[in-house]
T-cell receptor, first 116, second 111 residues
Framework: NAGVMQNPRHLVRRRGQEARLRCSPM?????VYWYRQLPEEGLKFMVY????????ESGMPKERFSAEFPKEGPSILRIQQVVRGDSAAYFC??????????????FGQGTRLTVV | TQLLEQSPQFLSIQEGENLTVYCNSS?????LQWYRQEPGEGPVLLVT?????EVKKLKRLTFQFGDARKDSSLHITAAQPGDTGLYLC???????????FGKGTLLTVNP
């Protein structure tokens, strides 16, 4: 896990507020992936980004969720108008290349979002 | 939709015992990964298996990929308290990065 930094580790939001989750990939990694782990569920793919590009957002809810990976700075997963069902652990992973993701993907420690 | 079923869901054993956990699917995967996740942490990759019938060993852990690439098992010999954690399997289909995860086996090894 060393190197993929996520912050904050814990985030509490009231219903209707916005949540911003940050992910800094490992040095040298330009591919970022977000996964969500709901209580009692397995991790589920949300979105895959490269610098300034969303490559695959097929796992992301169509409304209220957005992701970006700017040229400078961390990747951001934004959830607008949060609802209780958004409470989950959100994990970011990074790799140098998708072809080696299955052998060299590194996950961060996650952000645990609680909506009250 | 590809699904991975892991069993057992919970396993509590004494230090020194052996154990096997399973990961099963009706779908074929191009590769399968095993992760261990500790409370409050992210998943840590243990191994990737690619070839049907493949067996990989990592110290006291033995991983096997089924011949048909639909299932896998993880065997731990002489379990230690440090092995405690949530063991996740994850399958890769056509896309390397879009993994299908099982819900995991929560292993507790008591001293």
């Amino acid at each position: 896990n060393a190197g993929v930094m996520q912050n904050p580790r814990h985030l509490v939001r009231r219903r209707g507020q916005e949540a911003r989750l940050r992910c800094s990939p490992m040095k040298g990694h330009s591919h970022v992936y977000w996964y969500r782990q709901l209580p009692e569920e397995g991790l589920k793919f949300m979105v895959y980004l490269q610098k300034e590009n969303i490559i695959d957002e097929s796992g992301m809810p169509k409304e209220r969720f957005s992701a970006e990976f700017p040229k400078e700075g961390p990747s951001i997963l934004r959830i607008q108008q949060v609802v209780r069902g958004d409470s989950a652990a959100y994990f970011c992973a990074s790799s140098r290349d998708t072809r080696i993701f299955r052998t060299e993907a590194f996950f961060g420690q996650g952000t645990r979002l609680t909506v009250v | 939709t590809q699904l991975l079923e892991q069993s057992p869901q919970f396993l509590s054993i004494q230090e020194g015992e052996n154990l096997t956990v399973y990961c099963n699917s009706s779908s074929v995967f191009s590769s399968l990964q095993w992760y261990r996740q500790e409370p409050g942490e992210g998943p840590v990759l243990l191994v990737t298996v690619v070839t049907g019938g493949e067996v990989k060993k990592l110290k006291r852990l033995t991983f096997q990929f089924g011949d048909a690439r639909k299932d896998s098992s993880l065997h731990i010999t002489a379990a230690q308290p440090g092995d405690t954690g949530l063991y996740l399997c994850a399958g890769s289909g056509g896309s390397n990065y879009k993994l299908t995860f099982g819900k995991g086996t929560l292993l507790t090894v008591n001293p």
